[in-house]
T-cell receptor, first 111, second 115 residues
Framework: AQRVTQPEKLLSVFKGAPVELKCNYSYSGSPELFWYVQYSRQRLQLLLRHISRESIKGFTADLNKGETSFHLKKPFAQEEDSAMYYCALSHGSSNTGKLIFGQGTTLQVKP | NAGVTQTPKFRVLKTGQSMTLLCAQDMNHEYMYWYRQDPGMGLRLIHYSVGEGTTAKGEVPDGYNVSRLKKQNFLLGLESAAPSQTSVYFC??????????????FGPGTRLTVL
């Protein structure tokens, strides 16, 4: 069964510390992986996707097919990074765009 | 542009009542989606549409119906509300489902409580 797992409900770090939000997936085909973010009082929005291989707001994520992971990393956390982060998977070969979301991780960056 | 809008923002229903949630987008997107968000479960897809006049079931479709009579609107109906349908409902749209064009844009959400 297709599944996305985010093992941490809450991740609390101090400003300037490195951050890694974990995401593991279960999928038999070629998935497309995303990170979506929801800041306080804002809408859920796309942060980055694996096919773009780009850094957004200092965050990067590498798809590791061997470990079926797509962890989100940032070397130095900022207070404005505090938000709810969702890892999501889409069927790479399907054109429906359907997303399977993980449970979400709340990142709290303390001053 | 307003992007994706949802009506209403909040609603309280009694068990057995019916209601319709409206989602509208002004981005000329083909694809639209309805999700529900529950604590500890992330977002789960209820129904989706890949174009005007089409709908399909998602992961948790039971108890809901949808219609996409106009390209810009996607309606989610609850015929007989149950307490298990207490949730936050999000609508989203995307230009297509294909790579590079499948970023989903979300509405602000509707908080529904069923007593």
């Amino acid at each position: 069964a297709q599944r996305v797992t985010q093992p941490e409900k809450l991740l609390s770090v101090f400003k300037g510390a490195p951050v890694e939000l974990k995401c593991n997936y279960s999928y038999s085909g070629s998935p497309e992986l995303f990170w979506y973010v929801q800041y306080s009082r804002q809408r859920l929005q796309l942060l980055l996707r694996h096919i773009s291989r780009e850094s957004i707001k200092g965050f990067t994520a590498d798809l590791n097919k061997g470990e079926t992971s797509f962890h989100l990393k940032k070397p130095f956390a900022q207070e404005e990074d505090s938000a709810m982060y969702y890892c999501a998977l889409s069927h790479g070969s399907s054109n429906t765009g359907k997303l399977i979301f993980g449970q979400g991780t709340t990142l709290q960056v303390k001053p | 542009n307003a992007g994706v809008t949802q009506t209403p923002k909040f609603r309280v229903l009694k068990t057995g009542q019916s209601m319709t949630l409206l989602c509208a987008q002004d981005m000329n997107h083909e694809y639209m989606y309805w999700y529900r968000q529950d604590p500890g479960m992330g977002l789960r897809l209820i129904h989706y549409s890949v174009g005007e006049g089409t709908t399909a079931k998602g992961e948790v479709p039971d108890g809901y119906n949808v219609s996409r009579l106009k390209k810009q609107n996607f309606l989610l109906g609850l015929e007989s509300a149950a307490p298990s349908q207490t949730s936050v409902y999000f609508c989203a749209s995307s230009y297509s489902g294909q790579l590079q064009n499948n970023e989903q844009f979300f509405g602000p959400g509707t908080r529904l409580t069923v007593l």
